[in-house]
């Protein structure tokens, strides 16, 4: 091997290693377009089956099956919004107005009484909290100006929306505009499994965001009942978020209840401890327990079995180590990305013995 033929070979590695870098920062560059790609695929999966159903079932034409999954989709989100701008809108303005010494005194009381009620050394806890000044050093002024800037948000919020919804237009209408962007990288010899791939996945993942809005739904009314019962103001919009948040795998419904706690007790600020905030705390408590052993013993294994086909500890695996690598992301993603590499080595390595073992199922 001559200097030559070495130099070539470094000037090949650094042309490799300049051109990946330049890809990487291209697709930071353009990571909004990527978030909004990645976003229109699951709505485009979530409107699969409901496209398949008009067009089988009802013998609509694609177009026309389209525009009535967008629509029912475009009719969802603005029944989400005028659910929860009003009430962002009208928060926004009463915090605006606050009397935030009124503010800081209900939280010193509600902290008194909690003291008081749960006969604790209030003397020692006092002092200690005077000392760290973490109740007179909190910024209430920061919450309506956290309030305004999420509305003035809103603005972006809307162009994202409609770069989302265009998106996911054609990838429902061009079921292999997708697809066929893959196959232009794949070798010619290797297309027929890839679509197979594709379509099997598609098909699962299909089943699983479908089972993701069902779960969500049923978390959805089963908060809604509950803090109707008990009489707490805003029920619906905390029980939508609260059942949101259970995206995220394990974290999701600890976020939820804390959430909801919180919510529930704010929205009593002032009041008694022992007779109002403490009583509504306990059937919050309740509700939230009772909705997760549903969600744990019926919605999450229905889910799991019969759409990505995987075991409860196979998946908790894979959910945990996505998390400790990649975060909250890698939890939400971790089960859609898990199943289509499943897919994968089944189509191009069913020979292995660890792969048969982990796609005996698919």
Do not use: W
């Not at 177009?63 to 009535?68: F, G, P, Q, S």
């Not at 006092?126 to 002024?141: C, M, Q, V, W």
């Not at 859609?336 to 590499?341: Q, S």
Request: proline share 2%.
């Amino acid at each position: 091997m001559n200097s030559n033929t070495i130099s070539k070979g470094i000037i090949k590695a650094l042309g490799i290693i300049l051109g990946i870098f330049l890809l990487l920062y291209f697709l930071y560059q353009i990571k909004s377009v990527l978030v909004y790609i990645a976003i229109a695929v699951v709505i485009s999966l979530i409107g699969r089956p409901i496209v398949i159903f008009l067009r089988r079932r009802l013998k609509f034409n694609m177009i026309l099956a389209v525009i009535t999954t967008m629509i029912l989709f475009i009719g969802l989100l603005a029944g989400l919004i005028s659910l929860f701008i009003p009430l962002v809108v009208e928060q926004g303005q009463n915090l605006s107005l606050l009397n935030y010494e009124q503010l800081q005194t209900n939280i010193e009381n509600l902290y008194r009484e909690v003291v008081t009620y749960f006969e604790l050394n209030r003397i020692d806890i006092e002092e200690s909290i005077k000392a760290s000044g973490f109740l007179t050093n909190l910024d209430y002024s920061a919450i309506p100006n956290f309030l305004n800037s999420f509305v003035s948000g809103l603005g972006s919020f809307s162009i994202g929306l409609f770069s989302v919804l265009f998106i996911s237009f054609f990838f429902l209408k061009d079921s292999k505009l997708f697809e066929d962007g893959i196959l232009t990288f794949v070798a010619d010899d290797k297309e027929i499994r890839v679509k197979k791939s594709i379509t099997k996945i598609k098909d699962l993942l299909s089943r699983y965001f479908v089972g993701l809005i069902f779960q969500i739904l049923i978390l959805f009314v089963l908060y809604t009942i509950g803090l109707l019962i008990i009489g707490v103001d805003n029920a619906i919009v905390i029980a939508f978020l609260c059942a949101l948040v259970n995206l995220v795998p394990y974290v999701g419904p600890l976020i939820g209840g804390f959430l909801m706690l919180l919510l529930t007790m704010t929205t009593n600020l002032g009041a008694s401890f022992s007779e109002v905030i403490l009583p509504k705390a306990g059937f919050v408590l309740i509700i939230l327990t009772v909705a997760q052993l549903v969600d744990n013993f019926f919605s999450q294994p229905f889910i799991f079995s019969k759409s990505v086909k995987s075991h409860p500890l196979e998946i908790f695996l894979i959910i945990i180590i996505a998390g400790i690598l990649f975060g909250i992301i890698g939890m939400i993603v971790a089960v859609p990305t898990y199943t289509a590499l499943k897919v994968i080595l089944k189509e191009f390595l069913s020979e292995n013995k660890i792969v048969k073992r982990l796609t005996k199922d698919i």
